[in-house]
């Protein structure tokens, strides 16, 4: 297979620019015009600048089915090819998902930051003398200079790819050109009149909620003046600590997120305009469903839905959204009036295909008590048994089955999905409140959690190893976790991909008087590590190469995956007669024990 280095460079100006628009958006808009682009078309070969009329010859000419083509952010440069010229290379590599990966995700991988990190002087593009100026409107000393940074980015770029490719891992080559593939060869439709639909319900409810309490947006948007009206109800407003600025320091804010237990409590007040403000405030500032589906509406006006997913976006390897709008987070309908307005509903597949979603079957929870031992756990998985009751049965203290017992047994299906990463008891009580409308008292949310650890002492075991594996990554000699090696600050997984605990620190907060582990995370954020945290990246990690590897071999089966949520795949069936079969086929891949865990029970399901 033939490389191929590339990067474009374009027209942009201050109101036209990336800063302020999505990727798709940028690429897709009128005013988008390639200046030209820079190409290596071999490892023998400088890169050479070609101009638009020149490059749209050259690319024509170009046989692209045995091109692996290499960029820094291929979705970008992808797309205005596929977008623009029509050219879809055999193979798509991205140098910045490479970064992302081996260097970690915590610092940023683009050009000039990962040129930096390999000891590569920044780059010379002269962005600022082309801002707001066509091709055409560039002086010749101009345009030299910008075909000279544009040859320099390659280059540099080709050299970045041989360095990181030592120690990318050879399978996830497929998988960066599948997840790219998904934005630059978009398939995807949308169902315009159910997003406007969506974005107006929305809205209306928005308004009602302001009515009723005779306040404006404002008043909730702004969290001094959110207080203010909880003062006048007669809530004092809690506070929490708030991010690092800029001097290290961390000051105070509102604890006015979803998630905050101070919220949450609003939101069961027994005074009704509290709870009505609670909800409201919850609705101005989370305005996720009418955002998105204002953003996936607008995309649809350009073309198909272009699925945005950044490769190794988690700390866990996994993928998490971009370009606003994040097709890794779409929430599943519920069985009511409200399943008519759902974001996923409005997604629709090309016309002759239906749009099958199989999803991994109590993933976490499976390679949770495999890798733990729990034998007990994985033997009702293995034959058929209802996981949930045993754990619903110790709490309540009699047997708890699924027919005659369904709020009893939903507790149990809540504490043994969530409860196996060392949740306490206010987050275990919070959550059945949240997700299932189970209150529980503090001495009955503290009795379930105690009811989970009593029935999963090797889970508890295992939060214990993790607390011993950390002192191992933060300098301690290569050992091995189950299917994992460890070593040099990192956990490599099965597949090879590492997950990087390099910034891992034991710190100590004498104002608090504390001492823990402690990460460093994106935006210089620092978050607190322990033995069950730890174990929840290893197990999040470990499913998302148990995704993966299906990913790879469904579309080795010739079937076209568009996208996906974390532990479901979204891919193409043919409407041939056969779509159970495609769909059972894909089933088969979806649950297929892995190599590297032989003997876990693995299942999918696919309505």
Not at 255 to 275: G, N, S, T, Y
Not at 572 to 589: A, K, N, Q, S
Request: proline residues 5%; hydrophobic residues 35%.
């Amino acid at each position: 297979m033939q490389f191929v280095v590339l990067d474009f460079e374009s027209f942009f100006s201050n109101d036209y620019t990336l800063s302020k628009m999505t990727t798709e958006a940028y690429i897709r808009d009128p005013r988008f015009q390639a200046h030209g682009a820079a190409i290596k078309w071999s490892k023998d070969h400088a890169a050479k600048w070609y101009d638009e009329p020149a490059l749209r010859y050259v690319l024509s000419q170009e046989d692209w089915s045995d091109v692996f083509l290499i960029c820094h952010h291929a979705h970008f440069d992808g797309l205005i090819l596929s977008h623009h010229y029509g050219v879809c290379p055999a193979m798509y590599g991205c140098t910045l998902s490479m970064a992302r990966l081996l260097l970690g995700n915590h610092i940023s991988v683009s050009l000039d930051s990962v040129r930096a990190q390999f000891g590569l002087p920044a780059k010379r593009t002269p962005y600022n003398l082309f801002r707001g100026k066509r091709w055409g409107e560039l002086d010749q000393s101009t345009r030299d200079l910008v075909a000279e940074g544009a040859c320099d980015e390659v280059e540099s770029i080709f050299k970045l790819f041989r360095t990181l490719a030592k120690d990318f891992p050879k399978e996830e080559y497929l998988v960066v050109d599948q997840t790219i593939r998904m934005f630059t060869q978009p398939v995807l439709r949308a169902d315009t009149d159910l997003l406007a639909r969506i974005w107006s319900k929305e809205e209306h409810d928005k308004q009602v909620r302001l009515a009723a309490l005779d306040i404006s947006a404002s008043d909730l948007a702004s969290s001094d003046k959110f207080a203010a009206l909880l003062r006048d109800a007669g809530v004092e407003p809690e506070t929490k600590e708030g991010p690092p600025r800029k001097s290290g320091e961390r000051g105070t804010i509102y604890a006015f997120a979803k998630k905050d237990p101070f919220m949450e409590e609003l939101l069961d007040h027994e005074d009704e305009r509290v709870k009505a403000l609670a909800e409201a405030r919850l609705g101005e500032k989370s305005n996720i469903l009418q955002t998105r589906a204002e953003t996936l509406g607008w995309m649809a006006s350009r073309g198909p839905l272009c699925v945005y997913l950044r490769m190794y976006g988690a700390h866990t390897t996994r993928w998490s959204g971009g370009d606003s709008s994040n097709f890794q987070n779409f929430k599943k309908p519920e069985y009511s009036e409200q399943a008519k307005l759902s974001l996923r509903d409005a997604i629709l597949p090309p016309e002759g295909y239906i749009l099958a979603k199989p999803d991994l079957s109590q993933i976490e929870c499976r390679l949770l008590n495999f890798i733990a031992g729990q034998d007990d756990v994985i033997e009702r998985f293995r034959s058929g048994q209802d996981p949930y009751t045993k754990v619903a049965s110790a709490f309540y203290g009699y047997e708890v089955d699924k027919k005659n017992h369904p709020k009893e047994r939903q507790v149990g299906k809540i504490l043994e999905l969530q409860a196996g990463y060392g949740s306490g008891a206010a987050k275990i009580g919070a959550t059945l409140r949240t997700n299932a409308g189970i209150i529980l008292t503090p001495e009955e949310a503290l009795k379930a959690r105690d009811a989970y650890r009593s029935t999963h002492p090797n889970v508890v075991d295992l939060w214990r190893a993790g607390n011993r594996m950390l002192s191992r990554l933060a300098g301690g000699p290569p050992t091995t976790w189950g299917s994992c090696n460890v070593r040099d600050g990192r956990i490599y997984l099965p597949n090879g991909c590492p997950i990087n605990y390099s910034t891992l620190e034991y710190y100590r907060d004498d104002e608090a008087g504390e001492e823990y582990w402690r990460l460093k995370a994106r935006n210089n954020r620092w978050v607190k590590m322990y033995g069950a945290k730890l174990v929840e990246n290893l197990i999040q990690a470990l499913a998302r190469v148990v995704i993966s590897q299906a990913l790879i071999r469904i579309v080795g089966l010739g079937y076209r995956v568009v996208s996906m949520e974390h532990d479901s795949l979204w891919i193409l069936i043919p409407e041939d007669g056969r779509e159970r079969w495609h769909i059972d086929r894909c089933l088969v891949e979806m649950s297929r024990t892995p190599e590297w865990l032989p003997g876990i029970p693995l299942s999918a399901e696919c309505g």
